[in-house]
């Protein structure tokens, strides 16, 4: 028995719909057989895991909180991803946009006036844009990979954050706590309903998800991005240049996953601490992968992936399992989302028997 | 090495009822062939026709469908590369299944026994090449030799295992005529060895002048069998294409107009390891003329193409003006907004994205020379897609472009509907100057002859019109003026009338010192 | 003291060879796999899991090894039989290594582990100096010399090693030739996963004998960042990967001195070693793209 692959010679529109789906069911599936291994009931464990978190308010607000940064960063990577540019440093450009996004609180603790929030905002953009701009800057001038580099840099942010909240950054009234001083209320990014936690942030990842679907499907703009990801020789023949789109694909996403950190940082945490993201820069590489890098999509994906933390969390909890289930689930998803997309560009074939012609299952 | 013949009159190689098919499309159909022991046997068909399916399945690459193969009577299945070989056939590529970061000997040795030592296969490679008239370095690396050079590899390949059949597909494409010579007479060697080649090629008068026999293919379906000996050129032609094509007419003497695109000493240094540097480039071309650079591949047209494109810039701006303005450091777009008009050589992954439909594709060569049509929004830049779409149309019905569906995606179209939308494309704005690179390779003979008239009434409507082609059929149909590149140089260009077929191979071969006492001695 | 250092540094440098080493054969058949920290991982959790089981530290490495493997056959799986993106299912094989890692050995995180010991070679670990240093070593290290010069043997004097590197350059044209390319690159990365596990083994069995979440600390990338940085050559990977050790192992030093720089500046350096590196790598553009196996991450699909 062996698989043969087939092209379409058209992409199937069907599968593009199906396939997301497709990996969410067999994720569930090996899912439920993990949790059996565990020894749990999978029904009973993939119920408090995937559904638990959805019957409440709280858990509504906590799981807008997660899906906020996922869909931030997701949208911005899969204009990289759209473009050729394997920008995979989303963790080290959240956590840069979260610090320079601080440097105003922490530094100027008194300052109380309504314009710290914005330019909070701003200055975190522009963190994590600038630290985007490091290995843009090392593909453009010197042809380096910037998938290493841009993972390199994310150990670099995440030691300098660390030094900075245990030296320079240390509040001297907290005990000797690795944190800062809390935000002033200014500082804080508001709360969008009275019930509960959810904040801003989830507003700014709608909006930004909104403006690149815009972009990419009716602007010039993401038809060179498209353009530009198939083929860098059609873009030059179009006079788009593939250089710029380094610097515009990487510097967006970093901006987008700077105003993610900032975000967190202001909004969810009211500090800044050693750790400030439970690896949203790389779950949400899986969410702009099952979003099929359509900004639209990655809405849902990042709820989808925001259920999986909540998930973790509720179900250590209540079935006693511990947390680390969620990212073997993150896991296992992106995995079949690779695998399912097969099916959008090929005809797969079970061929059974080594018989000319016939013998052979389409699917 | 001689072969020891089969048994008298019966076929080496006979094929029954061959069928292929790709999802329902049949590439071959019922193919019935015979090649006899010692014959040349020529597979004539235009592109398209399945000969190198046909080729594939014989070589054990693809699995038939249907059908038999008989090898000296006796059927045989050929599951792969290795079990023809050691049934006795070897196989010279069109597109070299070279390595580039091989050597020579590393090369060969890849298709052997891997008992034998890679200084063995050195000494009898070099034997060979002698015996043979196919000069090879074993140590030199394949990406430092010539299309010619790589094509010898091929053979000396093919030959080391003593082969009964040697199928060469296309070998002459990459050619200039004084090196199809030579090729010719190592053919004429082996087939005095006794061996059988399967010559595959659209060249009649290649095929007539030394194949024994043909089977002509057309639509995957054999049309026809004969001694092309016995066959004009135009009989030939009707079996592989059907109808009659039709000429392209040139129309009589326009009136040359102003200088549209002028190109004075220019030089490019190579960009890349594998590039060709370009050594002081002069030309002119007026409008109304057809300037048809001839050249056999790898000798610098994909980066005059470039240049000339503006895809890559160049240092000294007044290298290149169009319309007497200086654009060497213009890009694409701004030689667009000239009224210029640009057609590469590849059409996938280049002149247009595959995966992408064809309405985008048009947008792909048209946003900003048509950006007030196509665009809206000021500096947003929004699409009109309704705009795009409808002016997609309008090409696809204008160059008779057959596609299924509305708007399909450019990589379902076959090459020639492709093409056909890739030069309708520019035709539709009217471009002042137009420059395509390589206007009909791999294109069907209906839609070759259709684009080829096209550039024709292009220039005779008062446009420059540069057409960088390595067929020299192409280039004596359509060309008023003829230059040739030759390892990054070109040379001055000739009224087409002036330059037999002779002394344009000679030129294509190097020879740039194109004085007419050069040219008859070599001969 | 040199040559506790030294010692120290060789420690540092061999998981860094091994893994390195894998993935060079694995892009040598144009396969390109980011998930070398994933199943390095997993080799580590796995090794240390079967000694802890078992007593014995030589069936930890031969479990290692067995988990990079077969963790490497998914990613084959998909990106060669299934034609995913490499880039993308390279990233899905380290987020999920570093999760199934994670759940694997949480039960057994601050266990005291069992080293595994090293074999004194007779005679040879007797002379002065470079007895200890080379010839008093664990089976690991002797493992990576060995593969070093058995890899540079199989690419370039092995009939077999040259198939693999003409897939590598052109895999159209190899499969024309009848060279299996799927099966070949099926080998390529299970071996490449193979040397992933051992080098995890490594880290939790001769390196710091214990388990540890998330232990590989982006050695996996580093490795990565080796085979570009040896241009894909095998003795270069040896040399590379020293360079790395001695920076790694000169920075812990610093540290321990407390030379006055913050710690994190200093365990930050690999990682700006491992930038500094690639930019002077890749700066000579000729020579990448001249070194660079041509078919490197490209799909294939074969036609029949």
């Not at chain 3, 799986?77 to 999760?99: H, R």
Request: hydrophobic share 50%; with cysteine; net charge neutral.
């Amino acid at each position: 028995m062996r698989i043969e692959l087939q092209r379409r010679s058209q992409s199937s529109r069907l599968f593009s719909f199906v396939s997301p789906l497709l990996a969410l069911v067999l994720t569930l599936f090996f899912g439920g057989i993990m949790f059996w291994m565990l020894g749990k009931q999978p029904l009973d464990a993939l119920y408090s895991f995937f559904v638990e978190p959805l019957l409440e308010v709280w858990s509504l607000h906590e799981l807008a909180v997660k899906a906020a940064p996922l869909i931030l960063i997701g949208v911005g990577l899969s204009i990289c991803y759209r473009s050729n540019n394997w920008n995979i440093g989303a963790e080290g450009q959240f956590t840069i946009g979260a610090i320079t996004g601080s440097i105003l609180p922490v530094l100027y603790p008194e300052w109380h006036s309504p314009m710290i929030l914005p330019l909070m905002l701003v200055m975190g953009m522009v963190g994590g844009a600038l630290y985007a701009g490091i290995p843009a800057l090392l593909k453009t001038r010197f042809n380096t990979n910037e998938i290493l580099t841009s993972l390199m840099l994310v150990y670099i942010a995440q030691l300098y954050l660390d030094w900075l909240v245990r030296g320079p950054w240390r509040d001297p009234q907290g005990y000797n706590f690795p944190q800062t001083k809390s935000f002033v209320p200014e500082a804080v990014l508001p709360e969008i309903l009275e019930s509960g936690r959810a904040h801003l942030a989830i507003a700014f990842a709608l909006v930004a998800a909104v403006a690149l679907w815009f972009m990419m499907r009716f602007m010039l703009k993401g038809f060179e991005v498209t353009v530009l990801g198939q083929s860098e020789r059609a873009g030059r023949f179009a006079g788009f240049s593939a250089r710029r789109m380094v610097w515009f694909s990487m510097m967006l996403s970093g901006a987008l996953a700077g105003l993610a950190g900032i975000s967190e940082v202001s909004g969810s945490i009211g500090h800044v601490q050693p750790t400030i993201s439970p690896g949203y820069g790389f779950t949400a590489i899986i969410v702009a992968f099952l979003g099929r890098l359509n900004p639209l999509g990655i809405i849902a994906s990042g709820f989808v992936l925001a259920l999986t933390y909540l998930g973790g969390e509720a179900a250590q909890l209540s079935i006693g399992i511990s947390d680390k289930v969620s990212r073997v689930f993150q896991g296992l998803l992106l995995f079949f989302v690779l695998s399912c997309d097969t099916l959008i560009h090929y005809r797969i074939r079970i061929v059974t028997q080594k018989l000319r012609g016939g013998a052979a299952h389409h699917a | 090495m001689t072969v020891s013949e089969g048994p008298a009159g019966n076929p080496l190689l006979s094929v029954r009822q061959l069928t292929k098919y790709f999802g329902s499309f049949a590439a071959c159909s019922g193919i019935d062939l015979d090649i006899a022991p010692g014959e040349i046997h020529a597979l004539l068909g235009e592109n398209g026709a399945g000969k190198s399916t046909l080729v594939k399945m014989l070589f054990g690459i693809l699995e038939p469908s249907e059908g038999a193969i008989l090898w000296n009577g006796k059927p045989a299945v050929i599951r792969s590369p290795s079990e023809a070989r050691s049934l006795g056939i070897g196989m010279v590529f069109q597109h070299f299944s070279l390595f580039e970061a091989l050597t020579v000997a590393e090369n060969i040795a890849l298709s052997l026994d891997p008992k034998i030592s890679l200084a063995k296969i050195s000494d009898e490679a070099a034997m060979l090449s002698q015996a043979y008239g196919l000069p090879l370095d074993p140590k030199a690396h394949v990406a430092d030799l010539s299309v010619g050079e790589r094509q010898r590899i091929e053979i000396v390949r093919a030959l080391l295992q003593n082969p009964k059949l040697i199928i060469l597909d296309e070998p002459t494409s990459v050619l200039t005529p004084q090196e199809a010579d030579r090729l010719f007479e190592t053919l004429f060697k082996l087939k005095a060895e006794g061996r059988s080649v399967l010559y595959i090629s659209h060249r009649l008068e290649e095929v007539r002048r030394i194949c024994d026999s043909a089977t002509v293919l057309r639509h995957g379906k054999v049309t026809g069998t004969c001694d092309p000996k016995q066959e004009t050129p135009a009989s030939l032609a009707r079996m592989m294409v059907g109808a009659d094509v039709s000429d392209v007419s040139r129309g009589t003497g326009s009136q040359l107009g102003d200088v549209q695109i002028e190109v004075a000493s220019l030089s490019v240094p190579a960009r890349t390891p594998f590039a060709v540097p370009l050594r002081g480039i002069d030309m002119q071309v007026r409008a109304g003329e057809v300037l048809a650079i001839a050249g056999v591949a790898g000798n610098g047209q994909g980066e005059l193409f470039d240049v000339l494109s503006g895809e890559h810039t160049v240092a000294d701006n007044d290298a290149i003006r169009i319309r007497g303005n200086a654009v060497g450091k213009a890009g694409i777009n701004a030689r667009r907004l000239l009224g210029a008009g640009f057609v590469p050589e590849e059409r996938h992954g280049h002149a247009a994205v595959s995966e992408m439909s064809l309405s985008d594709n048009l947008l792909l060569a048209r946003s900003q020379p048509d950006r007030r049509a196509l665009l809206s929004g000021g500096a947003l830049s929004v699409i009109r897609h309704g705009a795009v779409r409808s002016a997609a149309r309008r090409i696809c019905e204008e160059m008779d472009v057959r596609k299924s569906g509305d708007d399909p995606a450019a990589g379902s179209l076959s090459g020639g509907n492709l093409q056909k939308f890739i030069v309708g494309r520019e035709l539709d704005r009217q471009p002042v100057v137009l420059v395509v690179n390589q206007p009909t390779w791999g294109v069907d003979a209906g839609a070759a002859s259709r684009i080829r008239q096209a550039l024709v009434d292009l220039a005779r409507a008062g446009s420059a019109v540069v057409v960088i082609s390595q067929d020299l059929d192409e280039i004596l149909e359509i060309a008023t003026n003829i230059a040739v590149i030759s390892e990054g140089r070109l040379s001055r260009s000739f009224a087409a009338g002036d330059l037999s077929l002779e002394k344009i191979g000679l030129m294509m071969g190097g020879i740039h010192d194109s004085t007419h006492s050069e040219a008859a001695h070599a001969h | 003291m040199l040559e506790a250092i030294l010692l120290t540094v060789i420690t540092a440098a061999t998981p860094l060879v091994i893994a390195a080493l894998g993935e060079l054969v694995t892009e040598r058949s144009g396969v390109l796999n980011l998930g070398v920290e994933g199943m390095m991982i997993m080799g580590a959790v796995v090794a240390f899991v079967a000694t802890q089981t078992t007593g014995s530290p030589y069936i930890g490495v031969v479990a290692g090894i067995t988990a990079g493997a077969a963790f490497s056959l998914l990613f084959g799986f998909l990106t060669l039989t299934l034609v995913a993106n490499q880039v993308a299912t390279g990233l899905a094989l380290t987020i999920l290594g570093l999760g199934l890692s994670g759940q694997i050995g949480e039960s057994y995180v601050g266990q005291p582990g069992i080293k595994l010991q090293p074999i004194n070679i007779p005679i040879l670990g007797d002379i002065p100096f470079l007895g200890p240093l080379l010839f008093r070593q664990d089976l690991i290290f002797y493992l990576s010399i060995a593969l070093v010069i058995g890899i540079h043997w199989f690419l370039f004097r092995s009939r077999t090693g040259l198939k693999m590197r003409a897939i590598g350059d052109n895999h159209s044209s190899a499969h024309a030739l009848g060279i299996n390319v799927i099966r070949t690159r099926y080998l390529a990365v299970m071996f490449g996963g193979a040397c992933s596990g051992l080098a995890g083994a490594q880290l939790s069995l001769v390196y710091t004998p214990q388990w540890v979440e998330n232990m590989a600390a982006g050695r996996g990338w580093i490795a990565l960042a080796l085979v570009v940085f040896a241009s894909w050559r095998p003795l270069r990977v040896l040399a590379g990967g020293y360079l790395f050790g001695a920076v790694t192992i000169g920075q812990l030093h610093a540290q321990a001195f407390g030379i006055g720089i913050p710690s994190q500046f200093l365990s930050a350096l690999p990682y700006v070693a491992t930038i500094v590196v690639l930019i002077i790598i890749s700066h000579n553009r000729r020579t990448t793209l001249i070194n660079t196996p041509a078919s490197l991450g490209k799909p294939f699909v074969p036609e029949r």
